[in-house]
């Protein structure tokens, strides 16, 4: 490389936690500040979706009756979803430099058709090498709240009229939660735990300055 050459290069950031701990709010918060530090944009998206191919998945996977798929085909329709946004959004995002915030990734399937689904975490680390060559976040917020706060959050938003998963039982959302805590003490290198009670301004603070170590 030519001396002198100035190298930005961008950083994977997802957020993660059960329904309606604020992962939305503080994408759209974060994403602002940090165009405003680095001033370029950044990329803000979601899963499943963030691509034309992730949308029309996303469709199939949260809309129609309960028992639409089975937890192999769900596990299967994410990773499928997954494979299409990283090939196509993700990396060439990376790749130009950009910093992309993720609303969910990996560790969501882990915990829902992982521990909570009954799939081994290598079965859907298999799919995950298979679909999006194993990438992972540089750095992992997982948003806590106390049981039951994030859920009561999302039915009230969503007038509990909520999607296939935010009409699941209480214990199966419990269990999402604690393996979301599991996989965060595993890899303590790359998660950060968020206390996601605080106002959204609050919030956000937190996570900024749970990013500190990663900004020019
Ligand atoms: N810090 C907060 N305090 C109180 N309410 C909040 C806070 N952050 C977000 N909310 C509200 O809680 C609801 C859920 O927030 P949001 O949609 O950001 O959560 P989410 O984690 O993205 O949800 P989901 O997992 O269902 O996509 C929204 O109505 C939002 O306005
Ligand atoms: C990526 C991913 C998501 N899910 C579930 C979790 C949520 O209930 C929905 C997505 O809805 P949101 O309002 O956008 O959070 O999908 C999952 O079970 N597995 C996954 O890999």
């Known amino acids: 490389m030519a001396s002198g050459a100035i ?3 961008g950083y994977f950031i997802s957020l993660e936690g059960g329904e309606g701990v604020g992962k939305s709010t503080q994408i759209r918060l974060l994403a602002a ?3 405003e530090k680095l001033q370029k944009s ?5 899963e499943p979706g963030g691509c034309s191919g992730g949308d029309a998945i996303r469709h199939l996977l949260l809309e ?3 028992h639409r798929w089975t937890n192999a085909t769900e596990a299967l329709l994410f990773a499928a979803a997954r494979a299409e946004h990283v090939a196509r959004v993700i990396k060439p995002a990376l790749k130009e ?3 992309v915030v993720c609303d969910r990734f990996i560790d969501s399937s882990l915990a829902y058709q ?3 689904g009954g799939l081994t975490q290598g079965d859907i680390r298999c799919l995950h090498r298979i679909g999006s060559q194993g990438i992972l976040p540089d750095r992992t917020f997982l948003l806590t709240l106390p049981e039951g706060e994030g859920i009561r959050r999302a039915q009230e938003r969503d007038k509990n009229k909520g999607n296939r998963f935010e009409q699941r039982t209480i214990d199966y959302h419990k269990k999402v939660n604690d393996s979301f805590l599991q996989l965060a003490a595993k890899e303590p290198e790359r998660f950060r ?3 996601a009670s605080g106002n959204p301004e609050e919030v956000h603070r937190h996570l900024l300055d749970a990013l500190d170590d990663l900004l020019p």
């Open 33 to 35: 500040a940090l165009e």
């Open 64 to 66: 129609g009756d309960l």
């Open 97 to 99: 430099g950009k910093w």
């Open 114 to 116: 992982g521990d909570t």
């Open 42 to 46: 950044v990329i803000a998206t979601r």
């Open 7 to 9: 190298v930005t290069h």
């Open 193 to 195: 735990v968020i206390d």
